[in-house]
């Protein structure tokens, strides 16, 4: 394709809400009030695990920084969506949008380890009690978070270079609320196929990888629970994983639908849904599923809320 094709712009337009029209404040409203929830309680979560003690173990620890990822996802996000829903102004730079799809695929990455990281914590609890204490020292938690980090870091360099190495051609219209991985690639000119296999590859990578890892975890979880006498031991030991379940499928199910697709199965109201669903659901959901499914978070709250833990602190 000539040169003449590639555009000399430097940046883009979203176009995802564009046809809503007046409905845009409406969604500003109900985006902004969904946004404040999630952040608020995300933070209070890292707050909580942090001012009580009886919450300082790896399974909690775990919980804080998916929390903290979580709180960094949407930030790179929700409030640039917000500031075009309210102002329409729906331009990004070419730099902005590169800086954008960087930081919001790295922490999507590293919420896909740090879900495994925590199936793996459920494994030794379940499957092996006596030696979790040895095994999940505050060390190796330190690297399996460090890992997961510098990991998400990787990966998410990797499908963002593997985009804007492309030349883009003489639109700049991107048929999305942010700058996500498949609407941009398709603005790409010329022969996009090495790009997109190394996407497909690398996101190959972060999801079956890590969803094999928590999937080995739970077949020996289930075997365990199984062995278990008593009814009550079982279900005990089950509510202990329910609610990482319940955030995996809702996580993984939404990310698998967005990144392990062809280009040429694209659409604008069905990925806009499951992109609002993963941006902007999906990080409230690990708060309200672990402080209504898990006590000792419950009583933390509690605890809060009474002052006790910020007099202790």
Not at 2 to 11: D, L
Not at 38 to 55: A, E, Y
Not at 117 to 141: K, Q
Not at 232 to 253: D, N, P, Q
């Amino acid at each position: 394709m000539g040169q003449t094709n590639v555009t000399s712009w430097s940046g883009f337009v979203f176009l995802g809400f564009s046809s809503l029209g007046e409905l845009q404040l409406l969604l500003f409203a109900v985006f902004l009030s969904v946004y404040l929830i999630t952040l608020t309680s995300n933070v209070f979560i890292i707050i909580i695990i942090r001012l009580d003690n009886h919450l300082h173990t790896p399974m909690y620890l775990f919980l804080s920084y998916l929390s903290f990822s979580e709180t960094c996802y949407t930030l790179g996000i929700i409030p640039r969506m917000l500031s075009g829903l309210a102002l329409g102004d729906q331009t990004i730079s070419y730099l902005g949008c590169a800086a954008q799809m960087f930081f919001s695929a790295s922490w999507a990455c590293t919420n896909c380890f740090l879900l495994a990281v925590m199936g793996f914590d459920r494994y030794v609890a379940i499957c092996a009690p006596l030696h979790y204490a040895s095994r999940m020292h505050p060390t190796f938690c330190a690297q399996l978070v460090g890992t997961s980090f510098m990991s998400g870091y990787l990966f998410g360099l990797g499908m963002t270079l593997a985009i804007f190495c492309l030349p883009f051609c003489s639109s700049h219209e991107i048929q999305h609320f942010f700058c996500d991985i498949p609407p941009v690639l398709s603005l790409a000119c010329g022969d996009t196929g090495l790009s997109e296999l190394g996407i497909l590859i690398l996101s190959l990578l972060v999801l079956l990888v890590s969803f094999s890892l928590i999937t080995i975890s739970y077949i020996y979880i289930v075997a365990a629970i199984l062995k278990i006498s008593s009814a009550e031991g079982r279900k005990k030991a089950f509510s202990t994983c329910a609610s990482h379940l319940i955030v995996v499928i809702v996580h993984y199910g939404c990310a698998s639908f967005m990144y392990l697709r062809p280009k040429a199965s694209y659409s604008l109201e069905r990925d806009q849904l499951i992109a609002v669903t993963y941006t902007v659901v999906t990080p409230l959901l690990n708060p309200v599923v672990y402080s209504l499914r898990n006590r000792a978070v419950q009583t933390a709250l509690k605890n809060v809320c009474q002052g006790r833990l910020l007099g202790k602190g």
